[in-house]
Structure formats: structure tokens, C-alpha cells
């Protein structure tokens, strides 16, 4: 009896690949190159994704930010890029993926104001003041309203689906509101407002 021939969804050499015309996305790495831990060479991180067969390769700042594409079915890649991460670096680095749409969508549901932004940029503008945190599966909004409800700093914390965006008065690493989303039970991984917009720019650099 002939058996036809199983994919392995881990195995990078499955997905070979002529990438024209295939879409965008945005892997986004989280807990790397943080504190001096972790340590992973962007061009290094480049190369994985050329090995797994993906095209179109791009990489953006030490935080772990890869613009590529595939024809794979969305919802196995996180799993197919952290497997091959793991096994390339020798540690766990959870991915959140977005693609160039929801990128565009995240960006045009930016709950701040101009004015809003602004204003905490000129009393505090050594820092970054907005965030957008991100997950790959759905954030409990009864959850996080119960954990905005219990907030009572000057900080503003919006819900979305699979985002939570964060206006910080002050630095990040002082936010008791950015401290307590580890309490609702998703792996979130937070990329400043800068950051995002660079990542619109690179994802439109060739439509």
C-alpha cells in the first residue's frame, strides 16, 4: 500500500521556497540580547531564516525583529521558526507573528492621541513612552480590564484582541501597569511606538 509522504513541520528543509509574491510578515522575538543575556548576532538570525527557507529576509535592531516571507500556512510558523531558533542557539525564544496587514491594523488602532503623546514626550523625553505589546493567541479582555480597573497611576492601558498598547508617563522600567500584564497569563513580548514605525516603513519599502 503506498503512504504518502508526511511533512515534518519542524524541518526547515520542508519549505523551500521562490518567495515572489508570496505575503509579508513580522517575527518578533522576545527576550533576546536583553541585559547582556541571550546573546544573538542579528546577521546570525538573518541566516537561520535564509536556512529555513523563508525570502525577503530582513532584520531591524539587537531586540529580534525579522520581516520575511513565506507560503507556509500562517498559524504553523511561529512554532517552525522558535523549533529552529532552539535548535540553532541553543535556548527558547518565544515568537509572536504579525503580518504586514495586522501590522497596518495594530498601527492604525493606536488608541493615543497626538496631543496625548506628545505631551509626555516633551515633561519626559529621554525615554520611549509608547508601547504595544503583543501576543500570538487572545488576551482575556475580562482580564485585562480587571488589571486596568485595579491601576490607578497616571499610565493608559488600551485592550485590543492580541495587542495591549501602553502610553507611559515615565520609563517602562518603572511602570507598575507594564509589570502587572504578566498576570494575565499569555506570553506578551512589547515593542516602542520608534520601532513599530520603522517596522511599517521596511514592510512598504517594496510594495
Do not use: W
Not at 50 to 68: L, W
Not at 93 to 119: C, G, T, W, Y
Not at 120 to 133: L, R
Request: charged letters at 30%; hydrophobic letters at 40%.
Amino acid at each position: 500500500m503506498l503512504q504518502s509522504k508526511k511533512t515534518d513541520l519542524t524541518d526547515p528543509k520542508e519549505f523551500k521556497m521562490d518567495e515572489k509574491g508570496f505575503p509579508k510578515y513580522v517575527a518578533f522575538f522576545r527576550g533576546i540580547n536583553v541585559g547582556g543575556k541571550n546573546k544573538v548576532k542579528m546577521a546570525d538570525l538573518k541566516q537561520l531564516f535564509h536556512d529555513c527557507g523563508f525570502g525577503d529576509v530582513t532584520t531591524y535592531i539587537q531586540s529580534g525583529n525579522v520581516i520575511f516571507k513565506s507560503k507556509q500556512d500562517k498559524s504553523l510558523l511561529p512554532d517552525v521558526i522558535s523549533h529552529a531558533f532552539e535548535k540553532r542557539f541553543a535556548f527558547p525564544s518565544h515568537v509572536i507573528l504579525r503580518s504586514n496587514d495586522e501590522i497596518s491594523a495594530i498601527m492604525s488602532a493606536l488608541p493615543f492621541s497626538k496631543e496625548e503623546i506628545e505631551q509626555v514626550e516633551a515633561d519626559t523625553p529621554e525615554v520611549e513612552h509608547v508601547y504595544v505589546f503583543m501576543a500570538n493567541d487572545y488576551i482575556d479582555p475580562a482580564a485585562a480590564e480587571k488589571l486596568c480597573s485595579a491601576y490607578a497611576g497616571e499610565d493608559k492601558l488600551s485592550i485590543g484582541e492580541r495587542e495591549l498598547y501602553l502610553l507611559c508617563y515615565h520609563s517602562i522600567r518603572d511602570s507598575k501597569s507594564a509589570a502587572s500584564l504578566s498576570k494575565l497569563g499569555v506570553s506578551l513580548t512589547s515593542r516602542n511606538l520608534k520601532t513599530m514605525l520603522k517596522i511599517c516603513e521596511l514592510l512598504d519599502a517594496d510594495n
